[in-house]
């Protein structure tokens, strides 16, 4: 499938829940949060740690509770909410993208689950396009975002019509997953290093994995089955295509990268940042 159609196929699957919860968010926008210009330049000098829900996690499982409020800025995505919570692990931002409700309900299930005390210290992340009940389920900072895709003409006339609706609000563009809108977000933030785990994005059929989910509904975190994914051809192409907008996206910005998983496709530490020069007069010259 060529890039076009898929964005096309992209656009008339999503567009009416887009349109619906951008509408329903206009009167949040304006009782709940800021503008994303509020977290540019809150990791500034330091590591961010961005997380998913893959198995991956388990490598940095132990080390979690050393990465935040120190050295490490930690962002997470709503989808490793669950696995997040049974290691009594919290953020220091949550991103939230997809426009399903199913978000909210990630959403909710963790907020019952942990303090409600240290999850106002935790800042959301979301486009307007987001559920409407997921900015008014979280009980701390809200950051909002409108989304924003010129190279892409099929969605032109629905991101002309979110200006209208939000004309003072920053734009984030070129982010098809929460993966990519996560690694923009470090970068916004003035990372150092973007460090990730969890998104485990294999490319070859014999990699096949299983992410764990927990039942969050006792006292204690309870194993769920394994969910399996199989790398079929279709998760090979979307892989290949998040892996190729990442590296595009590192390589535009030059922000040094490393992928701490062990199925990633790449595995390699990507640094663009390009030489510093010697100073004029330096000695050896």
């Known amino acids: 499938m060529r890039q076009t159609d898929m ?3 992209i656009l008339d699957r999503k567009l009416e829940a887009w349109t619906r919860n951008a509408t329903g968010n206009l009167e949040n926008f304006k009782s709940i949060g800021k503008d994303i210009g509020a977290i540019e330049g809150v990791a500034r000098g330091k590591p961010v740690l961005i997380l998913g829900p893959g198995p991956s996690l388990d ?6 509770g050393h990465c935040t409020k120190g050295d490490v800025v930690c ?3 709503n989808t490793a909410l669950n696995p997040l919570a049974a290691r009594g692990f919290i953020p220091d931002l949550l991103a939230c993208y997809d426009a399903d409700e199913a978000v909210a309900n ?4 963790y907020v019952r689950f942990c303090p409600k005390d240290m999850l106002q210290q935790v800042t959301m992340v979301c486009p307007v396009t987001i559920h409407p009940r997921v900015p008014r389920l979280w009980p701390g900072p809200v ?12 969605n032109a006339t629905f991101h002309r019509v979110l200006r209208v609706q939000f004309p003072e609000l920053g ?15 470090a970068i916004w933030a003035k990372a150092e290093v973007v460090l990730s785990c969890g998104f485990d994005l294999p490319v070859n059929p014999a990699d096949s994995y299983s992410a764990v989910r927990y039942d969050l509904s006792g ?21 290949q295509r998040y892996t190729g907008s990442l590296l595009g996206l ?12 062990p199925l990633a496709s790449f595995k390699h530490l990507v640094r663009t940042l390009p030489p510093r020069p010697p100073a004029l007069g330096a000695k050896g010259e």
């Open 171 to 185: 734009a984030i563009g070129n982010c098809s997953c929460v993966f990519l809108l996560l690694i923009r977000l």
């Open 219 to 239: 006292v204690a975190p309870v194993p769920l089955l394994a969910q399996p994914r199989v790398i079929d051809e279709t998760i090979q192409r979307l892989h």
């Open 7 to 9: 964005n096309r196929e």
């Open 59 to 64: 490598l940095i499982a132990p080390y979690l």
């Open 106 to 109: 990630q959403v909710d299930e």
């Open 250 to 261: 590192i390589a535009a910005e030059g922000v040094p990268f490393v992928n701490l998983s």
């Open 75 to 77: 962002f997470a995505c």
């Open 143 to 154: 950051v909002w975002f409108r989304p924003e895709d010129p190279s892409e003409p099929c």
